[in-house]
């Protein structure tokens, strides 16, 4: 199996997990997930300094930068796995 299909997977996995992940284990599948579907940041940042959660979210996918997509599939797989595991 490809890493595509095994990302593919953990997508559905991810979806399993019955006790609900921490905020910041939710950001890195997050910016895990934007790396691997859509590289590198493409989107301003957000212009109201009071919008905690879009802030937190570019700047954890603004972390990424330059990570291979197929880099950050495997960290998601494995992310996803663990979280399966606990």
Request: hydrophobic letters at 35%; a negative charge; charged letters at 30%.
């Amino acid at each position: 199996m490809g890493i595509t299909e095994l990302f593919e997977q953990a997508l559905a996995n991810s979806k399993t997990i019955t006790e609900r992940p921490s905020n910041e284990i939710l950001l890195k599948l997050y910016s895990l997930y934007k790396q691997a579907t859509e590289g590198d940041i493409n989107v301003d940042p957000p212009s109201n300094p009071f919008d905690i959660v879009n802030k937190a979210k570019f700047n954890a996918w603004n972390e990424l930068k330059g990570n291979t997509k197929e880099e950050s599939m495997q960290e998601y797989i494995d992310l996803v796995n663990k979280l399966k595991e606990e």
